[in-house]
Every structure is written in structure tokens, then in C-alpha cells.
């Protein structure tokens, strides 16, 4: 077992692991107002490979990532669609759960609702009430903030720079403008509204992670992630609540960096693949992953259309490998270059063994992805030049390509992993039409057909949607 360290945003330095007991992981996951974008899926590609590779080093991780179904803007885009708020939030939420499925990821351990969650929050917001630490006030609670000396040490803010970001209309009801809600007072026009001592109402979003994490995970549990975005005020609160509250919180703070879609970088012709399943249809799962592990978790990742193209790129060189490795597989009495120079193949290090072994430290030394993934390439260079057997490579970048959620691509013609190719037919087809010839990009259309992708023309570009 490797000791894992992840760099912790509280204490700014890196923190091993304790492999002695669970290894609870609480990441934020989505409120569900619309379909998911790119974005929201860097958290839950990074979280659930992180805890696959945990797993697979001997720990036992525990990934609980929850879904915030309901809110403001979930009220506001339910009354936009003309749809009951649950109802709306439930459509959703199976969306979001169509669409990360589609990851190939599996699920993570415990994917717990808001409004499942009410009598744990109820009584939280209760603790810190008797205590001192929240007030009610017509009807909302608020959180002290200036009872619990050490708020700020998370995001590292000056209180003076502080903004929670709530409604004006909740101004007047505030001891101080820096105190954040805990239950919101039902008003008119929301159609749900749940029973508590301060009158009937719904849950603020902080207090929903501080009781979802402590009722999955118990308090003290190992690790707490999210996107970088989410370190004020949101972390910082619920950092608050749960300390004020006498619970011990998280030992390790875990958070991603944004994925950059700069509106120069987004052209109209990259359309709605800001939308992950867009993305999924577009270029299909690998490509998606690869791109999302490409950048080392805690930095920015640029998206667009090129930096999805050098994904497929990626990707296709190792189906290739594999396809390749099918080929030449069933003894053409491969010879190392070591044996051909006469060399001793006993003395000599393995290099498939090395390479796994830095792959899997990469990942350790807090869970650096483009490191490891450079190791795959490395020796996938090394047996196409044929400086490594291909045969010894074959089952090594197997087992990196599984952890990190790619075993797909050592299966190269599998039904499923038509993706890609797809993905390629369609590129052909547009060249075929830019040189008008439409018989040729009829063709392609027909053969993609067979292969159970429809292309769909729209304004934002040509698109693959899987036939029905
Ligand atoms: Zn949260």
C-alpha cells in the first residue's frame, strides 16, 4: 500500500492518508436546476477515480457525493418550464444521473438527496441555536458567523472582503450582513416547504452538506472536495456550522480547479458541448475522461473544440495500440532489442514494471493524473519503437488504463466503443459536404447509420446522437 497524499487547501500542505480505517470522501455534487455541464463533471471524474485508485491500493474509500435538489434557482427554473419545483428537480436529478452514468465510472457509495436529509439538517440548525451560534429571525435562522472565532481560516479572507452572496431582502433580518441563513421561511410562490421549530420553510444550501456529510460519513471522516469555486463562501461555512456545532469536520480539504470555457475560447460552432451529455455525444466517453484527467486536478483546464480534438487524438493513439497488439498477437516471435544486441534480459530492470510503479506514485503523490498518464505514453512510444516488448506493455498499460477508468480502450472493438470512429466518420462526412460531394457524405451518413449513430445538423454544427 502507497502512502496517498493530497495537498490540503486548509493547511496549505500535503497530508497523508490514514490507511488504518474508512477513507470517507464527501464531494459537492450538483444542484439540479439544468442539465450538467463539463464543469460539473471535472468533481465527479477526478473524485471517482481518485477513490478507484484508493481501492485498488489497498484502502477503503467511501465517496458520498450529494445533490442539491432544492433551492432558489431550482424554484425560479421550474416556474420558467411550468413545472412543480419537485417534480422539475426530480427530472433533473435523473438527468444528472443519465448523464455521469454515461461516464462509465459506476456510482459513487452514497448519493444522498436534500430533501431526504431534512430532520438530520432540522436538528443541526437546532445544535447551534441552543448553543448560540444561529438566531432565528422572521422565520429564517442565520449562523453567528462572529461566534466562531475561526471563520475565515479555510479561504484565508479578511472579514471585511466577506460577501455570502444571499438575497438583499435578507439584509434586514441579519444581525450582521456577514451572517449566512440555515432555514429559509417558506414564502409565497414556492411550492414546497417542509416543518420545523422556526416555522415552515426549506433548508439553506451550507447546512444541507455539514448534516448530509455527518450523516454518511460520521464526524472526522478523512476528506472533503469540491470545485475551487466552492472554498467560499460555501466550504467555509459549513467548515462553521459543523465546528461550531462541536463536530469535528474534515481532516483533509480536496478542491478542483475550474474548467475554462472563456467566451473567446466558446465559438458558436463549439454550441452546447458545454453540456456534458453534448460533450458525450460529440466525442464520445473516452475522450471526455482523458480530457477531464488530462490537467492535474487543483489547476484551471481550458475547454473547447481544440482541446476535445487533442482528447480524441489521445485516445485513438491507445485504441490503436491495442488494436495493434490484437493484430500481432498469436506469436510472431517478437525479439527485445536487448536480445537482438545479445544482451542480458535477466539483469536488465523491466521498464513496463517501472512504469507502472511511477504511474501508480504519480497518482499517489496527490493524485497527479498528467503525471501518470505521461507514463502511459511513455511506454506505449517505447513498444511501438519496439524498446519493450509489446507483449510485456500489453497487460501493464491495461492495468493503468483501468484505474483510470479507460479499460475500455484495450478492448478496441467492442460494440460500445464505436465512439470514437464515429466520431471521425462524422469529421469525414463534413469534408465530404465542404467539397459538395453530398453522395460521398451520404455515404458516411448510411454507414454511421449502421453503426447506430445519427448525425443531426443544427445550428451549432453537426452532432452524433445515438439512434434510437
Ligand atoms: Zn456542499
Redesign the pocket.
Known amino acids: 500500500m502507497r502512502e496517498v497524499r493530497i495537498r490540503d487547501t486548509l493547511s496549505g500542505e500535503p497530508r497523508a492518508l490514514d490507511p488504518s480505517g474508512e477513507v470517507g470522501i464527501y464531494a459537492?455534487?450538483p444542484t439540479v436546476y439544468s442539465r450538467i455541464h463539463i464543469g460539473n463533471a471535472r468533481p465527479f471524474v477526478v473524485f471517482s477515480i481518485f477513490a478507484r485508485f484508493l481501492r485498488s491500493e489497498g484502502y477503503r474509500p467511501r465517496l458520498v457525493v450529494?445533490v442539491?435538489d432544492v433551492n432558489d434557482k431550482i424554484y425560479a427554473a421550474a416556474a420558467a418550464a411550468g413545472e412543480p419545483s419537485g417534480e422539475f428537480a426530480r427530472r433533473m436529478t435523473r438527468a444528472y444521473l443519465e448523464d455521469t452514468d454515461r461516464l462509465g465510472l459506476g456510482r459513487p457509495d452514497a448519493e444522498p438527496l436534500a430533501t431526504e436529509k431534512i430532520a438530520a439538517i432540522v436538528a443541526l440548525i437546532g445544535d447551534l441555536v441552543s448553543s448560540g451560534h444561529a438566531y432565528e429571525s422572521g422565520g429564517d435562522v442565520y449562523f453567528r458567523v462572529r461566534s466562531f472565532g475561526d471563520y475565515g481560516k479555510l479561504s484565508n479572507r479578511r472579514t471585511e472582503e466577506m460577501d455570502q452572496g444571499e438575497e438583499a431582502g435578507s439584509a434586514s433580518l441579519k444581525e450582521e450582513a456577514l451572517d449566512f441563513a440555515l432555514w429559509k421561511a417558506h414564502k409565497p410562490g414556492e411550492d414546497t416547504k417542509w416543518d420545523s421549530p422556526w416555522g415552515p420553510g426549506r433548508p439553506g444550501?451550507?447546512i444541507?452538506?455539514s448534516a448530509m456529510a455527518e450523516a454518511e460519513l460520521g464526524a472526522a471522516f478523512a476528506i472533503h472536495g469540491?470545485g475551487s469555486d466552492?472554498v467560499f463562501p460555501?466550504?467555509e461555512n459549513?467548515l462553521a456550522q459543523s465546528e461550531a456545532a462541536g463536530r469535528p469536520f474534515a481532516q483533509i480539504w480536496m478542491h478542483n480547479g475550474m474548467i475554462e470555457t472563456g467566451a473567446a475560447k466558446m465559438s458558436k460552432s463549439d454550441g452546447n458541448i458545454f453540456q456534458l451529455s453534448e460533450a458525450l455525444d460529440r466525442y464520445g466517453r473516452e475522450a471526455v475522461v482523458a480530457y477531464l484527467i488530462s490537467g492535474h486536478y487543483r489547476q484551471p483546464l481550458a475547454f473547447g473544440a481544440e482541446q476535445m480534438d487533442e482528447a480524441v487524438v489521445r485516445v485513438e493513439r491507445l485504441r490503436n495500440f491495442f488494436r495493434e497488439s490484437q493484430v500481432s498477437e498469436g506469436g510472431s516471435g517478437e525479439v527485445s532489442p536487448s536480445q537482438q544486441r545479445g544482451g542480458s534480459v535477466e539483469t536488465s530492470p523491466d521498464p513496463p514494471a517501472s512504469r507502472l510503479a511511477a504511474f501508480k506514485d504519480a497518482l499517489a503523490d496527490d493524485f497527479n493524473t498528467p503525471r501518470a498518464m505521461a507514463e502511459v505514453f511513455e511506454l506505449v512510444g517505447e513498444a511501438n519503437r519496439g524498446d519493450v516488448l509489446r507483449a510485456s506493455a500489453v497487460p501493464v498499460l491495461t492495468e493503468m488504463l483501468e484505474l483510470v477508468g479507460l479499460g475500455t480502450l484495450t478492448q478496441p472493438d467492442e460494440g460500445a466503443e464505436a465512439d470514437s470512429a464515429a466520431h471521425e466518420l462524422m469529421v469525414k462526412r463534413e469534408e465530404a459536404r465542404a467539397a459538395r460531394d453530398f453522395e460521398r457524405a451520404d455515404a458516411i451518413r448510411d454507414e454511421l447509420a449502421g453503426r447506430g449513430w445519427e448525425v443531426r445538423d443544427s445550428a451549432d454544427g453537426p452532432r452524433l446522437v445515438p439512434k434510437a
Do not use: I, K, P, S
Request: charge should be negative; proline fraction near 0%; include cysteine.
Open positions: 459537492c455534487g450529494n442539491t444550501w451550507h444541507e452538506c469540491g466552492l460555501h466550504h459549513e
